[in-house]
Structure formats: C-alpha cells, structure tokens
C-alpha cells in the first residue's frame, strides 16, 4: 500500500466509526451526510481488505482487524492533532477549567480528598466534577466527555491510557465492642457476619447473589481458594456505608486499607489485618487518547501523581 495514494480522511472516519459503532452517528459527529459516511466505510473496507463493520443482532460490531487497527489509528491521530495545533501553557494558578473525574467513594475518600486541598493552593480557581461509575460508560470517558476514570478496573479498552495510582492492601473493621474484637484469627472471622463492598469499572451495577462466589471478587476468591467461605449479610458499593455499618453494628467490613484508615482514630472502630491472605488492589487512573497531549490534563495527571505519592510516604 503506497501511503502517499491514501485519504488521511479516511483514517478519521474509521475512529469515528469505531468509537461510534453506528454510520449515523459517526456521520453526524463529524458533520457530514449518511450516504458520504456510507461512501466512506465503503472505501476503507477496500484500503484494509476487511469489512471492519459487520452488522449482528447487537447493532454494528467491529471485526478482529478493525479492533487491531483501532489503537495504532487513535494514536497516530493523537499525535498529528497535537503536532498541529498550537502550543499553549496551561497556567493553573488562574485557570478556570473544570475537570470531570469518575470515581468510586474509596478514592474520593481518600486520594481526591487530599487532591482537594492541593488545588485550593496552586489552583483555587479549578473545579472538580465528581462523578460516580454508575453514570459513566467507557464511550464517555474514550469520547474525553470525562476527563478521567479513577477506579479499580478488571479490564480496560486498548484505547486508553492507564496509569497505576498505588497498591493497596486490605484490612478488617469492626466495632470495638464485637464480641471478636479480643479473639481474631480465622475461624473468628469466619463465624461472624460481613458487609461486602466494592464498585469496579464503569456503568451501572447489577444485583449481587451471594451464592455465586465467583463473582464476589477479591476477598471471597481468596477464601475460595483455602475451601472457606464468609456470611455476607449486608452487600453497598459504598465504602463509607460500609465503614459506618461496621462501626455501629456487629458486622466486620474488609476493604481496601487506605479507606480502612480513615477510621484509625476514632476509639469506637478496630481495624486489624485479615487472618488469611488477600492480594493488593491496584487504583488506577484512566483516560482517552484524546486528552493524552493536552497540557491541563497532563498537569492534572501528573498533580494526581504526586499526591499519591505524598500519601504513600505518610502511611
């Protein structure tokens, strides 16, 4: 293929079209008429040999070549709109912007609580929009609708970027007055009540049933894993319901140790470490190729960066 006889337009048309999964759609994103998007899907299908788009009862599902193709083409998109438009500095002591963060209550708890006060003395005029998982699907953040999803991902797009934020470990909390709080190992553990926390990923969260253990997550596949398993009487997507329930009634909470800490001083609340053993948790940060060479986001990242790392230091 002689890469000076191809339409570079074509190229935009085939991330459009990917990222929209639908003619119509990528036809009005880019303004133009359904029959020229047609034209244009028809030509592309002739550049790579490949139908790219073929239509299933799901609507316009792209093919294995389209998928290959999807992250090397976003890329080299990237970089010639940055190559191209004209350097600006982004100066956050007055800068105006808002940025739109998904996340979990964990990390507004912990991490976005410390990014808070950071802003309000090197940048008291940006705004954070705060948004939940459930109301944010990885079209929004791949489109840079959200500049950013902060989160614990089982998996992610090609197309994105990702950055590891910290590891963090688990721990228990429960009640100082359980009557576990003085004997703690694992048949305690075991014979007690629990509240099951988490919310990973994106999009809308569906009902959990406790009987299906394959799909609790980290903490109850550990105990598969040694033939145990735990009484879940309480299931929230909320780390601070969850703190709060454990803290007032005879239930135990095992989370992340980051969110556990927020509680170590208040006299009312123990925290402990599990009596078995459960992997580190990865919080990462997420976000389009779109924003990658935008000079207020790769300030923000690296600001995020940077507080991660502070609160590292203090624990």
């Known amino acids: 293929m002689n890469i000076a006889k191809v339409d570079l337009n074509l190229l935009v048309y085939l991330d459009v079209l990917l990222r929209e999964g639908s003619v119509t759609r990528a036809a009005n994103q880019l ?8 034209n244009g899907l028809k030509r592309l299908r002739d550049l790579f040999k490949d139908p ?8 316009m599902t792209p093919t294995k070549r389209a998928l290959e193709l999807q992250p090397v083409i976003r890329d080299v998109l990237s970089k010639l709109e940055s190559s191209i438009q004209p350097e600006t500095d982004f100066d956050p002591a007055s800068s105006a912007r808002t940025f739109r963060i998904m996340t979990s209550d964990y990390a507004e708890s912990t991490l976005l609580l410390e990014l808070v006060g950071r802003l309000s ?3 008291p005029n ?3 929009d705060l948004i939940t ?3 944010v699907t990885f079209h929004d953040v791949e489109q840079g609708k959200v500049d950013m999803a902060i989160n614990r991902f089982d998996e992610l797009p090609l197309s994105f970027h990702q950055k590891v934020i910290w590891y963090d470990s688990f721990s228990c909390v429960l009640s100082a007055s359980h009557p576990l709080a003085s004997r703690w190992d694992l048949d305690a553990y075991l014979s007690t ?3 099951w926390v988490s919310k990973t990923g994106f999009g809308v969260g569906v009902g959990i049933d406790p009987n299906e253990v394959q799909k609790l997550g980290w903490v109850d596949a550990e105990l598969t894993k040694i033939g145990k398993q735990r009484a879940i009487r309480v299931f929230t997507r909320h780390y ?4 709060q329930i454990a803290k007032t009634q005879n239930l135990v909470a095992t989370l992340p140790s980051k969110a556990a800490r927020l509680f170590k001083d208040d006299p009312n609340v123990i925290v402990k470490d599990p009596p078995f053993d459960i992997p580190p948790i990865a919080l990462k940060m997420a976000w389009s190729a779109l924003l990658h060479h935008d000079a207020g986001h790769i300030w923000l990242r690296r600001l995020i960066g940077e507080v991660a790392a502070d609160i590292n230091s203090e624990q």
């Open 52 to 59: 790219l788009l073929v239509r299933t009862s799901e609507g």
């Open 121 to 123: 003395s090197v940048a």
């Open 126 to 128: 940006i705004t954070l």
């Open 31 to 38: 303004s133009i008429t359904q029959p020229a998007m047609s």
């Open 133 to 135: 998982p459930s109301d």
């Open 240 to 243: 601070h319901a969850a703190l």
């Open 193 to 195: 009540h629990h509240i």
